[in-house]
């Protein structure tokens, strides 16, 4: 059922890297191909094929990665994610039920308990997943692995998480260091112990002005926008019946202005600094790496990032268009046919037929990201690192063990897995 066979990228073919550099040898091409057939495949099979697709493109971006003239390679299969995401579903459905029916008797703080106890969960599922993705990786024939207690590590990052909301994400540079120097802490190639350098000080000199910019107009259009509610009014019959005619004659007042505006203004900004902070993060990250005497840096510039999300934003405007004009003549034509009155049959047509576009435009969306964001970045991160040290990978004896798919299977029914 895989399709990784008919993708491979034409890795064989391509010349060696330089010494210390890596090197992006897949093709757009073959890439796009095998996303378009998975999103087809996994609109038919309601969503089962993902577990395919997933180690399809795991596979492609892996061996799409060379260093030194040698590609990455990924072992993981289908059916290890398909067994992990069955276990995990033991595990969640009672949990879910439990949730529910201690909501429904006791009140609604149970169920913020509960909430925190997902997100707690999440976050251990996200470390599992984490160790099968590692074991599953192998450069020159040695795997990496991880240890380290993956309770611990979701302790830490939903008190770190806490912080940060407090701190309206001030402190989130020094998370990601925190959390990241645990990660390495326990990930090995081989018997070659990992660690990170990277500096949280550093992050925030970098994302200071970008966090400037989109929270502090934030925070200050939210206080105007409560001190302009004139709330003593606010609960009277009267104010509520003048209010409810301003809304009926289109009649803002000064507090509905400034939060319009603050809104628009936080949408914008994220927008357009999104791309900029992605950039920020990934060079200080991937910068931050190191096992043992290797050590990597990374030469990615914002415009590089910049230009990915500017390829998905036309494509996807393109395929808008291209959508709306297919549903409009799809909708005129199955007027024509089921005609006036609807019967139920005519009714549950229509019915199945618009969830079935529904679906296939999201599908679309989704090919259109993972061919132009997913596969850029990654092309963009792998074609920005310069490796120093290497001669250290010579002297690297294989170590760890292939870790359970469980923390994967558990991660995907959460939502918080990755590549």
């Known amino acids: 059922m895989?399709?990784?066979?008919?993708?491979?990228?034409?890795?064989?073919?391509?010349?060696?890297?330089?010494?210390?550099?890596?090197?992006f040898v897949g093709r757009s091409?073959?890439?796009?191909?095998?996303?378009?057939r998975g999103a087809v495949l996994l609109m038919f099979t309601l969503g089962i094929y993902r577990f395919w697709l997933t180690t399809d493109i795991r596979r492609y971006l892996w061996s799409s990665a060379e260093l030194t003239g040698e590609s990455f390679e990924y072992t993981g299969t289908a059916y290890e994610l398909l067994l992990g995401f069955l276990i995990a579903l033991t595990v969640l459905v009672p949990l879910y039920s439990t949730f529910f029916l201690v909501t429904l008797a006791l009140g609604s703080?149970?169920?913020?308990?509960?909430?925190?106890i997902l997100i707690f969960l999440g976050q251990y599922a996200f470390y599992r997943a984490r160790r099968y993705r590692l074991t599953r990786t192998i450069y020159r024939g040695v795997r990496f692995h991880q240890t380290g207690s993956a309770f611990r590590y979701s302790v830490c990052a939903v008190l770190w998480w806490a912080l940060i909301i407090l701190s309206a994400g001030l402190a989130y540079p020094f998370a990601q260091t925190k959390l990241e120097h645990f990660k390495m802490r326990h990930t090995f190639f081989g018997n070659l112990p990992g660690r990170?350098?990277?500096?949280?000080?550093?992050l925030l000199v970098r994302g200071l002005?970008?966090?400037?910019?989109?929270?502090?107009?934030?925070?200050?259009?939210?206080?105007?926008?409560?001190?302009?509610?004139?709330?003593?009014?606010l609960n009277s019959t009267s104010a509520a019946d003048d209010r409810a005619s301003r809304i009926g004659t289109s009649e803002l007042t000064s507090s509905d202005v400034i939060i319009a505006l603050t809104g628009a203004w936080l949408l914008c900004s994220i927008a357009f600094l999104y791309p900029i902070f992605q950039a920020i993060l990934l060079r200080w990250w991937v910068s931050g790496l190191r096992f043992g005497d290797v050590a990597v840096t990374s030469r990615l510039r914002i415009a590089q990032v910049f230009g990915v999300y500017a390829r998905f934003l036309g494509y996807a405007l393109l395929f808008t268009a291209i959508a709306g004009i297919l549903l409009v003549i799809g909708a005129f034509g199955l007027s024509k046919i089921t005609g006036e009155p609807f019967s139920m049959r005519d009714e549950i047509i229509t019915v199945v037929l618009s969830l079935a576009a529904y679906v296939a435009i999201l599908l679309g969306y989704w090919t259109i990201y993972q061919a132009t964001v997913k596969l850029g970045l990654w092309r963009c991160v792998i074609e920005s690192l310069e490796v120093s040290n290497l001669a250290a990978l010579e002297h690297v004896a294989a170590a760890g063990e292939a870790a359970s798919p469980v923390g994967e299977g558990l991660a995907d029914a959460l939502n918080v897995g990755g590549i």
């Open 29 to 36: 091409k073959t890439f796009r191909r095998l996303v378009s």
């Open 209 to 233: 002005p970008l966090w400037a910019f989109t929270v502090v107009p934030f925070a200050i259009g939210a206080v105007a926008a409560i001190l302009a509610i004139d709330w003593s009014a």
């Open 109 to 116: 703080i149970w169920g913020s308990l509960g909430l925190l």
């Open 196 to 202: 990170f350098e990277g500096s949280g000080w550093h």
């Open 2 to 23: 895989t399709t990784f066979e008919a993708a491979r990228p034409a890795a064989q073919a391509s010349q060696p890297a330089p010494a210390g550099i890596a090197q």
